[in-house]
């Protein structure tokens, strides 16, 4: 009946290998090289593909070469290792650099440092976006931190997620496939400094998109900015200029709490009180204003420090004493020498002053003397 017919040809047998014993001789007429990637097994029956973290870059390969540090190769069967984004790294023989959602930090110098982890997003909640520009036929998708291949925000011509952090995604449909055809911006991720503002915020990178016309691979920048009130943000489109500011390269703004650095002791102040009875004063830290930073260390318990007693010792405060009581004598010394002084100034001038009123007075009594006398003094000039 069809059941029986249905069935028979629903069975099927597939030979997956096939082994030949019980003869002196055999083998292949020839043997075959193993394509860049792949290296042959122990037995050199089969060509197998170098496992993540490892490369073979030309044909033919007796083993495969682990990535140097700095390096990565994400694939089975990978012919080179890719380079890590800047300001991240790797271990020698690594599959990926040091960025994943758990651990997604760029370290500027000890007293910042930035933590994006909060930023990604798994594929049940989406990539961040869709981030339109205006009469653009183009959506953009961002999802820093997480390379996940099952997201279902951009898709390729294969129905299947693209492995990216970003993506560009048409809002034409594909005729094909009757879907939305997404393009890759970047699988690698990378983090720069705002050299003139190195604490307000950074650059996040992503490169190794898609192949273009040009031949150049895609490419996103995105100017994280830092802003408390923001909360987690969104990715935008930069104000007064395009999304693809150049051919195949993109670039957009997002203002975060996540783009303030983490916090440390260096955002913070001490508010110290007065000693006590116990000879301990209380320390309260608080936040300098404006708070610019986000998450990292909090801010410590009122504790209490010690008061700082000046202590010295009893060669110097005898060595500070004898020169106290040096410059005190030499004073007073001064001050009696000018008392003497002063005094034998004062009772030459008393002197003075006496002579000079008794020559006064003698001058008044002879002028008195001269207008009694009616010849004068010079009366011997006429004779008598």
Known sequence: DEAVQQ???????????????????????????????????????????????????????????????????????????????????????????????????????????????????????????????????????????????????????????????????????DDLNSNNLAVSLGDVMGFYTMKKTPRKGLTVSFEGGDVCQSGEHRSLNITMLCDREAGPGEPQVPQGKSVEYDKCRYNLVWRSQYACPMCTEKDMTAIKGECGVTGKRPINMIWKEPKECHGGQDLPDLHYEPCVQVVMDKGRVAAIALVSIGIFLVLIGALVCMHFRTKRIYREYSVLREQNEAEVELRRYMGETYTLDDDGPDSDRHGF
């Open 7 to 173: 069935s028979a040809i629903e069975d099927r047998a597939v030979i997956e290998s096939i082994l030949v014993t019980g003869v002196k001789e055999g083998g292949a007429i020839e043997c075959e090289t193993c394509p860049a990637g792949f290296v042959a097994d122990e037995d050199r029956w089969f060509c197998v593909a170098c496992p993540p973290g490892k490369f073979a870059s030309t044909d033919g390969a007796e083993e495969c070469t682990a990535c140097p540090p700095g390096k990565f190769a994400r694939d089975y069967g990978s012919k080179k290792c890719k380079k890590c984004g800047h300001g991240t790294m790797s271990k020698r023989g690594s599959a990926t650099c040091d960025v994943s959602p758990s651990m997604c930090r760029y370290r500027v110098d000890d007293e910042t440092i930035y933590d994006l982890s909060a930023l990604s997003r798994t594929a049940l909640d989406g990539m961040w976006g869709p981030v339109e520009e205006g009469n653009q036929s183009n959506a953009y998708f961002v999802n820093p931190c997480s390379l996940d291949p099952s997201n279902t925000s951009c898709t390729g011509r294969d129905g299947q997620g693209v492995r990216a952090y970003a993506c560009q995604k048409s809002l034409l449909q």
